[in-house]
């Protein structure tokens, strides 16, 4: 069972209207992006062995200094990136069942988490980024953003009782969709 994620809400009631919908939705985001969007499509940004951020150790139940598969999308709509998705997957997961996370490309993650009847997800969880946070510098890092704050939702999917955390932070062109 993960442990509790210090500064995650487990309710959207303090997020904004503008992007409530959005994070709230329970069903895969990239369906939903697909309905909105005249053109869809999955730029990888980074992919690799990385060290998970701090607050993703307890929910993966990984020890710090612990390396893990992380990727790092962006979600694009027509020209412009709206979501920046943080994939993170413990190296034990990798042997059971979530091998092909590894060889997805620009080829979306929600796709496989959505079509297999054998992966569950746990509940949506919330936060506001602020600039400090390590996934608002990652998003800084592949694209300049003009915000003091930016919203994130992330859950955890299992397969076979194997982890794979999935945070989704949503940029401010999704507001104009």
């Not at 909105?36 to 990984?62: H, K, W, Y």
């Not at 979600?75 to 413990?90: D, K, N, Q, T």
């Not at 091998?99 to 929600?110: A, E, H």
């Not at 919203?151 to 062109?173: D, M, N, Q």
Request: proline letters at 10%; hydrophobic letters at 35%.
């Amino acid at each position: 069972m993960p442990k509790p994620q210090r500064g995650w809400l487990t309710h959207p009631f303090q997020i904004p209207r503008e992007v409530r919908h959005w994070l709230s939705d329970k069903g895969s985001l990239t369906r939903r992006l697909r309905s909105r969007c005249i053109s869809f499509r999955v730029r990888p940004m980074a992919t690799g062995l990385s060290r998970p951020n701090q607050d993703e150790l307890g929910v993966l139940n990984i020890r710090s200094g612990t390396r893990a598969y992380v990727r790092e999308v962006h979600l694009i709509c027509g020209e412009r990136p709206v979501v920046f998705a943080h994939s993170v997957l413990p190296i034990p997961s990798l042997r059971g069942g979530w091998n092909g996370v590894t060889r997805l490309g620009s080829r979306p993650l929600g796709d496989a988490l959505f079509n297999n009847p054998r992966i569950s997800r746990m509940p949506l969880v919330y936060r506001c980024l602020r600039p400090g946070h390590p996934l608002f510098r990652g998003v800084q890092r592949h694209l300049p953003v003009d915000a003091t704050r930016l919203w994130a939702r992330r859950s955890l999917f299992c397969l076979k009782g194997h982890p794979l955390l999935v945070t989704e932070v949503f940029l401010p062109e999704i507001q104009s969709l």
